[in-house]
């Protein structure tokens, strides 16, 4: 159980985001729902939470800048005094071939889906020292690690991801905080939503356990590495993807 942990969800609004803070919330712990632009569904996740019992904030930030990041943080450790658990769950994706990628989608999906971790982290890293306790949990993705054409900035990005777990894990670990990232395949949710059914029939031949995967399939896995019984686990990149990249 997470009772009395304080846990910041980034881009919670939607998705896998969305069900993470659900499962967290469902086993205790106050949540922070980040959103960047929707507002309405940080707002109904916040909702249904408290319909079940829950606690939980929806709190405005776009993750890649800088300076909003520090405001953002110094505000939530005023309220709330601390944060136990951070998960970095914001991403996008702007797919396009190399040749024709322009800067701006190179640098929009690099801000968000790295600097956006990076910035939490920074910010934090002062309060998680001092507590000497702490889960980071980075959502990274297969295309991470098996690259993916179309997608140069995306799997750059969560590579990146990759390799900023493992540091942090190490400068981190003598403080009694655990710092891991979570790889997912093709789960079903709006990032995936454009893809068409031939597509989604092709990608799911590739996967061995024959199917998409679920926002709980994650979430799952977020609640173990968000709770003690993960304590001696640090620096891992632990993939859900139904066997594909393996
Ligand atoms: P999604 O449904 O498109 O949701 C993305 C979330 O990120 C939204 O809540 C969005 O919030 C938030 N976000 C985007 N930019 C942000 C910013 N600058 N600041 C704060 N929040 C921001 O995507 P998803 O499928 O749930 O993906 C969640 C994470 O899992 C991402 O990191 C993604 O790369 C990773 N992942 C997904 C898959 C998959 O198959 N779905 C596979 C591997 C990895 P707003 O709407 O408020 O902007």
Redesign the pocket.
Known sequence: MLTGKVALV?????????EIAQTLAKNGAVVIV?????KA??ENVVAEIEKNGGSAEAMQ????DFAASEAFVKEILEKYKKIDILVN?????RDNLIMRMSEQDYDAVLD??LK?AFNMIRHLSRSFIKQKSGKIIN?????GILGNAGQSN?SAS?AGLIGLTKSVAREFSSRGINVNAV??????????KAMTDDAKKELSSMIPLGRM?K?KD?ADLVLFLAGSSSDYITGQVICVDGGMSM
């Open positions: 980034t881009g919670a609004g939607r998705g896998i985001g969305r980040n959103y960047n632009g929707s569904d940080a930030c776009n993750v890649s769950n914001a991403g996008v994706t968000t889906n956006g959502i990274s993705s297969v295309s995306y969560k790889a997912p395949g093709f789960i079903d949710t709006d990032m995936t995967g926002t994650i």
